[in-house]
């Protein structure tokens, strides 16, 4: 299932901390946004799964694509 969002849509909901999760093989917990880094094609997200939270910095662009191809899903 594609997403019908465009990318400025997804970049909006990213930057506001819109919490979203995975499907299809991608990372299946909470992943909720920190820091928005553009520039730097950068994300720093908090990821949570049974229990466990741990940050990690994500490339925006992949994220993106995420979205844009199904992967992840806002909640």
Request: hydrophobic share 40%; charged share 25%.
């Amino acid at each position: 299932m594609l997403c019908n969002m465009n990318q400025e849509e997804i970049i909006k909901r990213l930057k506001e901390g819109n919490k979203f999760t995975g499907r299809n093989g991608a990372f299946t917990g909470i992943v909720t946004p920190l820091i928005y880094a553009d520039k730097a094609n950068m994300l720093v997200v908090e990821c949570e799964k049974d229990g466990c939270k741990f940050q990690d910095d994500w490339i925006l662009l992949h994220t993106i694509w995420g979205f844009q191809n199904g992967d992840y899903v806002f909640i």
